[in-house]
């Protein structure tokens, strides 16, 4: 089963982290957020096996390389990362943290 939400959360990402910030997103802090995502996406959805997180991490990964790449470089608001680590849902990722 596809945690679709995650998958519409991919380009939003790549434009939030566009907006002003302090300093530019790397590509760890891209990762980290891919990640955070896909890990709060699955817990939502009920699923908890560490093995389906690092598949679906790898997929989401490859099938989103260019959405990944276009948010190297990009702002990060401050307090970005320290909110993604935080956040308890994949929607306040989008609606919170990059915002």
């Keep these: ?7 519409r959360l991919i380009p939003l990402v790549a434009v939030l982290v566009a907006g002003c910030g ?20 699955l817990q939502e959805k009920g699923f908890h096996d560490p093995t389906l997180a690092a598949r ?5 990964e490859s099938t989103h390389a260019s959405d990944l790449a276009a948010c190297e470089g ?3 608001p401050p307090n970005a990362m320290v909110c993604v680590r935080a956040a308890t849902s994949s929607e306040e990722i989008g609606h919170r943290c990059l915002e």
């Design 74 to 76: 990009k702002r990060l």
């Design 1 to 7: 089963m596809r945690p679709s939400p995650l998958l």
């Design 56 to 60: 679906w991490r790898a997929e989401v």
């Design 22 to 41: 302090r300093r530019a997103a790397t590509r760890d802090d891209c990762r980290q957020i891919l990640d955070r995502l896909v890990d709060l996406e």
